[in-house]
């Protein structure tokens, strides 16, 4: 149980926003954002060992899409898709 807390607070803290300088209503979608998301991805699959913790991975995933700006949301929409993929071989 402690175990997965932590795993919730590293999760909540890799999806944190710290640029708070930007405007809710810009509508560009650039995608030169930052390169290093690749390596959040491959750190929540390493920690992503056994199928409850996947799934509150998910849960505390899918709240912070929906309130997660325009731009983010993409980024996470992805890391989604992982945790689902491990679920789901996890299961079978």
Excluded: G, Q, W, Y
């Excluded at 999760?11 to 926003?17: A, F, I, P, S, Y």
């Excluded at 799934?55 to 929409?77: D, E, H, N």
């Amino acid at each position: 149980m402690m175990m997965m807390m932590m795993m919730m607070i590293v999760v909540m803290m890799m999806m944190h926003d710290d640029d708070d300088d930007d405007d809710d209503d810009d509508d560009d979608d650039d995608d030169d954002d930052d390169d290093d998301d690749d390596d959040d991805c491959c750190m929540i699959m390493m920690m992503m060992t056994s199928t409850t913790t996947t799934t509150m991975i998910m849960v505390i995933m899918i709240t912070m899409i929906m309130t997660a700006r325009r731009r983010r949301r993409r980024r996470m929409r992805a890391m989604l898709k992982v945790a689902v993929i491990l679920v789901v071989s996890a299961d079978t």
